[in-house]
């Protein structure tokens, strides 16, 4: 699954983030950064992945994930993109 993902000013709707199912596509507020930015976009993505799921399981698991990324020291630094992912995509 292909997500598409776009900034822009979420103020006004008390959002910090939005996925739209129908377009696989996350809107995050273009204000975040840091931990906050990787917890939000996580929570958006796992709402595209995991259809099914509710807003408490939402937001346990991207607020898990976020604290063990950002413990294992992730940064929004690096753009090496040349070794595959597991399903082989670039």
Request: glycine share 6%; charged share 35%.
């Amino acid at each position: 699954m292909r997500i598409r993902i776009f900034y822009k000013k979420l103020g006004r709707k008390k959002l910090w983030g939005e996925a739209d199912h129908d377009k696989n596509l996350i809107l995050l507020d273009e204000r975040l950064h840091g931990r906050k930015h990787l917890e939000i976009l996580t929570h958006e993505s796992l709402h595209l992945l995991l259809p099914g799921a509710n807003e408490d399981e939402i937001v346990r698991i991207s607020t898990a994930l976020t604290r063990v990324l950002w413990e294992e020291n992730y940064r929004r630094i690096d753009n090496d993109d040349e070794i595959p992912l597991q399903d082989g995509t670039i």
